[in-house]
């Protein structure tokens, strides 16, 4: 089995679909096929369920997923070094889609303005998909609102925000709602996995209820977007609803027994070897004036 194996399983797994591998990979989709095959051959394991055209990975699969990653890194880490040592240093930072747009730019212009001598490479990707990288080793560090991490995981604070209730000028609903009555209207939430999503369903389920959403959505904007046209009552991050409460398209629902603060961290694999440009680049995170 080579390195080519690996990769192609990984893509397969996060694609779910030899064709959408195929296109992410950028090679002609039996090259992919071939690949799985051997990999189920060579080691007489069933690798994936197939369900129509979509895979999804045996039980079997998710464990061997995770130590494909681990190996994939250690060949990145590796390749890393030896960039390095030619005089290339690279930082890889991972961000949730909500701060990934609040706080990666300022970030970004900090790195610039203090590394120059770093070449800073972001993937931004759901709270669950960060965390995973981080324990496979892809990132260095990443930004996250999630509360729930694996033990490995170390966080540090370094902001806060709430999330807040929010629907169209037009829609009829009071000033002020219990998370029972919330979870009867028509609601517009993110996807499962991201760490909104993981604070409002823990809400829910602390009040003994299980939440059935008209529309989930990994796009913050397009839960906007019908929020604003008075189809429903979406649960986003305040600061990225301010303008649009401020101009008036959307209102914020207080919701009156729950409460939906939470801190904004930097997280990172506590196993995690920094070199001194990766600690340097962390403590701008911390010490940043958001």
Same mark, same amino acid.
């Given at each position: 089995m080579t390195l080519r194996h690996l990769r192609t399983f990984i893509t397969v797994c996060d694609c779910g679909s030899v064709t959408r591998a195929a296109e992410e990979m950028h090679i002609a989709q039996p090259a992919v096929s071939r690949t799985i095959a051997e990999m189920e051959e060579y080691y007489s394991l069933p690798l994936f369920k197939r369900i129509g055209r979509q895979l999804i990975p045996t039980d079997i699969g998710k464990e061997l997923l995770?130590?494909?990653?681990?190996?994939?890194?250690?060949?990145?880490?590796f390749e890393n070094s030896?960039?390095?040592?030619? *005089?290339?240093?690279?930082?890889?930072i991972g961000a949730t889609l909500t701060i990934g747009k609040l706080y990666i730019p300022t970030l970004l212009t900090a790195i610039k303005r203090e590394l120059p001598e770093i070449?800073?490479?972001?993937?931004?990707?759901?709270?669950?998909?960060i965390e995973q990288m981080l324990l496979g080793g892809e990132i260095d560090f990443a930004l996250s609102e999630s509360q729930?991490?694996?033990?490995?995981?170390?966080?540090?604070?370094?902001?806060?925000?709430?999330?807040?209730a929010v629907c169209g000028a037009e829609y009829p609903?009071?000033?002020?709602?219990?998370v029972r009555e919330l979870s009867g209207r028509e609601?517009?939430?993110?996807?499962?996995g991201s760490a909104s999503r993981e604070m409002i369903d823990g809400v829910f389920a602390i009040a003994g209820i299980s939440a059935q959403p008209v529309m989930q959505s990994a796009s913050n904007q397009a839960l906007i977007?019908?929020?604003?046209?008075?189809? *429903?009552?979406?649960?986003l991050p305040q600061k990225l609803v301010q303008s649009q409460v401020k101009s008036g398209k959307l209102k914020i629902v207080n919701i009156k027994d729950a409460d939906l603060r939470r801190k904004y961290c930097v997280i990172y694999n506590k196993s995690k070897k920094f070199t001194e440009e990766q600690t340097r680049a962390l403590a701008l995170c911390e010490k940043a004036n958001w």
């Open positions: 995770l130590k494909a990653r681990e190996a994939d890194a250690a060949f990145t880490e030896a960039l390095m040592l030619k *005089g290339k240093k690279t930082l890889k070449c800073t490479q972001v993937t931004v990707c759901r709270a669950f998909d729930n991490f694996s033990q490995k995981i170390e966080k540090k604070a370094f902001a806060e925000d709430k999330l807040v609903i009071e000033e002020e709602i219990t609601l517009l939430l993110r996807e499962k977007a019908v929020a604003e046209d008075n189809h *429903g009552i979406a649960v």
